[in-house]
């Protein structure tokens, strides 16, 4: 009888700790654009700096959200993307580095990497969104909650994005969504 207890309280706490410690899938840019060319997703690449606090509050808040865990890991291939980091990165046959990276700075401002400068991020942190070939669609910025993420998320999913041609028509999708990802 206490064997059985203690394998039914061991399969619990295992289960248990499997489902609170569900993360978002993390790969590089180049994996993922590997990886598209096996299954066809879009990216959707978090841009972010050492030093900014609302990239932490989104890395606690957001990411850790089981809905928007689920969501990107079933239709995206996510990409973590450190701004004023120092390593190289090749995209569409073209290397980007830091040429001013200083070690120094690693947890403080830096100099802005030159990918991040191609992707026209002015602000941390950046969501940036591509294609399933790769393409960039474009960078959204700021601090986004879970349900704030959950419409850029199904906007790209969905192409929703190329019907729009005017700030009014995205207007009239914002008014009209739903959102469904708790918190």
């Known amino acids: 009888m206490m064997k059985k207890i203690t394998i039914s309280l061991l399969f619990v706490i295992v289960f248990t700790t499997t489902a609170i410690a569900q993360e978002i899938n993390w790969v590089t840019l180049e994996e993922a654009v590997a990886l598209q060319k096996k299954e066809p997703k879009k990216i959707m690449m ?9 990239c932490k509050m989104l890395d606690k808040n957001t990411f850790q959200n089981p809905d928007v865990v689920n969501y990107i890991n079933t239709n ?6 450190n701004a004023e980091g120092n390593s190289k990165v090749t995209y569409k046959d073209k290397t980007f580095s830091n ?12 100099s802005p990497h030159d990918f991040t400068r191609y992707l026209k991020v002015r602000a941390y942190p950046t ?3 591509f294609d399933e070939e790769a393409n960039f669609i474009t960078p959204i910025s700021g601090y986004l909650k879970p349900q704030q993420l959950e419409l850029y998320l199904r906007l790209f999913k969905t192409d929703k994005y190329k019907e729009m041609k005017t700030q009014e028509q995205f207007n009239e999708y914002f008014k009209a969504f739903k959102p469904s990802f708790k918190g």
Request: with cysteine.
């Open 76 to 81: 995206y291939y996510a990409v973590k993307f």
């Open 127 to 129: 969501m940036a969104f």
């Open 99 to 110: 040429p001013n990276y200083d070690p120094a700075k690693a947890n403080r401002r830096n």
């Open 46 to 54: 978090d841009v972010y700096t050492n030093w900014c606090g609302p």
